[in-house]
């Protein structure tokens, strides 16, 4: 089994900067790709950005130029840098994976979110 869990959402002012984290620990062999995925009252799930094993990153339209994902392979840990961030980011984050474990398939897993909060 693999858990992932997200941390450094909260509370902040239009134009300010938040770090999430999201942290995969448990059966892993390899970690495929991670993502960030966002939720807000009312919508559907969306992408907001991904990066692959090979570090090739893809990002939202709205979101480009703005955020920033990074990963460090050696602690199984996604980042997600928000810089600039508007009121309409305002979303439940949710952290996404692809992981091959030990003698399984590789299976999708998501983390039960982070409340990012930007007010005007």
């Known amino acids: 089994q693999v858990q992932l869990v997200e941390s450094g959402g909260g509370l902040v002012q239009a134009g300010g900067s938040l770090r999430l984290s999201c942290a995969a620990s448990?059966?892993?062999?390899?970690?495929?790709?991670m993502a960030w995925y966002r939720q807000a009252p009312g919508k559907q799930r969306e992408l907001v950005a991904g990066?692959?094993?090979?570090?090739?990153?893809n990002y939202a339209d709205s979101v480009k130029g703005r955020f920033t994902i990074s990963r460090d392979s050696t602690k199984n840990t996604a980042y997600l840098q928000m810089n600039s961030l508007k009121p309409e980011d305002t979303a439940v984050y949710y952290c996404?994976?692809?992981?091959?474990?030990?003698?399984?398939?590789?299976?999708?897993?998501w983390g039960r979110g982070t409340q990012v909060t930007v007010s005007s």
């Open positions: 996404n994976a692809n992981v091959e474990a030990y003698y399984n398939p590789t299976l999708n897993y």
């Open positions: 448990g059966n892993i062999f390899r970690i495929v790709n």
């Open positions: 990066v692959t094993s090979g570090g090739i990153t």
